[in-house]
């Protein structure tokens, strides 16, 4: 991450709080060949944006997010790649209540052993 700021969606770029935005709106599903540049997510050649629904359909509904909110494990972790890769595509990015859960990124020029782990362990007890 690059700054502690980070943690709220009100300090996030433009490009980032938009990728939040589509992620909350989906809730389930994936979003395709999300271009990354400079570590952040690129909208100007649209992804494909897939929405799942399972059968039979229950009724799932995000409400509007608030104008700022600490942001969950799984997107800081998310935000933590884009920031490691710096350029690349996302294939695959899917969600579950909106929060990433699976990532498959083809990266350009990333350094391996570069590649954060997790800031928290989870542990369970």
Known sequence: MKTPDMLHYGSLSPARK???DVLH???FGRIENLSIAAGEPQFDDPPTIIRTIKLPAEAVTAGPCPPDFAL????LDLLRYFDSY???VVRRLECRFGQPCLVEIVAGGVDVGRIPERATPRRIT
């Open 18 to 20: 938009r990728l939040i």
């Open 25 to 27: 709106g989906l809730q």
């Open 72 to 75: 969950k494990q799984p997107m």
């Open 86 to 88: 710096q350029t690349g």
